[in-house]
């Protein structure tokens, strides 16, 4: 039991490592990404430049707040925070979707102010070239790790991340070309190329803000309420799917559905059907939380017999002997209840006035219950072996009236003990296995019935027969 629960939180604590580890570099290579842009900005006078530049600062800011995000989401459930701390990942995602307006707001501001009132004019160098092309490599480099880490740990902080370093690919592209046109004798193209900067981090921001509010108001992920129906659809013992709610919580899937099961069902059954329905989910969504409620309901060919005892099962009510008498246009039920031999008469109606009265209920007013009550033959008492003696006397008459009972033959397994009510003997016989299950009541009844009467200090005597004989 402890290592099924091992295992999981061993995965758990991988995850949670390599999702760490990718932030952190990350973020290091953020560090230095905008050192080296900013130091180039100010030494060429370009507005492209110092863009990527202030977007590079703004990735410190978002990578700080991954990091602690993935440090943070993967903790544990606790009292307070009964869904886990995944959508710690949503905020921070949230955060970095602001951040990237701002970052795209000041560049066009920058930008729109330099075109009405161009100052001085942009030095272009090999060096800032350099600088931007070796930006792009580390970008593309970082973004395919964030991308494989996000989709391995399903982390909605890392692929936030991912497709933020995939945007500063397009923006370091645009304020190459604007390096370019300056270069060729158009200084305006700077400004130009800020603006196609702000157009990249707006159109990221837009993609990254969408996501992470379906994320924080519980859209349910693309697709897997389809699954989960196939999976109703499909299950052995659903009846029909009757709620689905799924939402996500950083990496975690949380799912709450209800089905509708046979309440003819023992709970044993109910619980084996859960367990089934709980472990397809999981084989289909690996990072599912499910929780699932099976609800009883009556289905159309259930019969009169199954209503009755579904009714006694509810009240913990032991029923024998039920008959179901179709007369006319009307319908009669009876049965005997077994009840504590020691509880005051009284007791013992009101149990079956009730049933009774539970019953009518179920099948209708005009239906005539009827019960008897009897003791229950419940017996508990210290027993013992007797003498090999006794035991070799009891098996000498039962293989008597053997002879007198044809359809029992070779008695065997006989268990002779006394206790303070008398001798309980149990035996195994066999019987033609093409008999019927009445004959063979009846010819056991008959065989048990005359060894009692054969020996007064017998109290009880169990038959369990065995079918024996070619099939037919």
């Known amino acids: 039991m402890n290592g099924a629960h091992e295992r999981p939180r061993q995965a758990g604590r991988t995850m949670t490592s390599q999702k760490t580890r990718v932030a952190l570099i990350s973020l290091l290579a953020s560090v230095g990404l905008t050192i080296g842009k900013f130091s180039v900005a100010l030494a060429t006078g370009s507005l492209g430049i110092l863009s990527d530049a202030f977007h590079s600062l703004m990735d410190i800011g978002a990578t700080a707040i991954t990091f602690f995000a993935v440090r943070v989401s993967d903790k544990p459930a606790d009292d307070e925070h009964h869904y886990g701390h995944g959508k710690i990942e949503s905020v921070t995602a949230l955060a970095e979707t602001g951040l990237l307006f701002v970052i795209a707001g000041w560049i066009v501001y920058e930008a729109i102010h330099r075109l009405i009132a161009p100052g001085n004019g942009v030095e272009v160098t090999w060096w800032a070239v350099a600088v931007i092309c070796g930006s792009m490599v580390v970008d593309f480099n970082r973004s395919r790790a964030l991308k494989r880490a996000a989709e391995a740990t399903r982390s909605e902080a890392l692929a936030a991340d991912a497709l933020h370093f995939a ?4 923006s370091s ?47 349910a992920p693309a697709g897997y309420a389809d699954i989960i129906a196939n999976i109703a659809r499909d299950a052995e013992g659903v009846l029909a799917l009757k709620r689905a709610r799924i939402r996500r919580g950083g990496s975690t899937v949380f799912i709450d559905a209800d089905v509708n099961v046979r309440r003819t069902f023992a709970f044993d059954r109910v619980n084996a059907i859960k367990a089934k329905f709980i472990d397809r989910v999981h084989r289909e969504i690996e990072d599912a939380d499910i929780s699932l409620t099976a609800h009883p309901v009556a289905i159309d060919d259930e019969t009169i017999f199954d209503k009755v005892m579904l009714v006694a099962a509810r009240r913990g009510v032991a ?56 003791p229950a033959d419940v017996i508990g008492v210290d027993g013992a072996d007797v003498s090999e003696e006794m035991i070799l006397e009891v098996v000498d008459k039962l293989e008597v009236l053997a002879e007198r009972h044809p359809l029992v033959t070779h008695i065997h397994d006989v268990r002779v003990r006394r206790n303070s009510l008398g001798l309980f003997v149990t035996l195994h016989c066999w019987v033609d296995r093409t008999l019927t299950v009445d004959e063979v009541h009846t010819a056991v009844d008959r065989f048990e019935r005359a060894f009692r009467e054969s020996r007064a200090d017998v109290r009880r005597i169990v038959t369990h027969a065995e079918p024996h004989g070619a099939e037919r």
Do not use: C
Request: hydrophobic residues 50%.
């Open 319 to 374: 029923m024998h002997h039920l008959t179901v008498q179709h007369v006319s246009d009307a319908l009669s039920v009876s049965f005997d209840i077994e009840v504590d031999a020691d509880w005051p008469y009284w007791k013992a109606h009101d149990v079956a006035s009730s049933l009774e009265e539970a019953i009518r209920n179920e099948l209708g007013d005009d239906v005539e219950v009827e019960s008897h009550i009897e």
């Open 173 to 219: 592209a645009a304020v190459l070309v604007g390096l370019a046109a300056t270069w060729a004798g158009f200084p305006a193209g700077d400004s130009f190329a800020a603006i196609a900067v702000a157009v990249v981090v707006g159109l990221a921001g837009y993609r990254l803000g969408r996501r992470t509010i379906e994320s924080l108001t519980d859209t």
């Open 167 to 170: 945007s500063d690919l397009w």
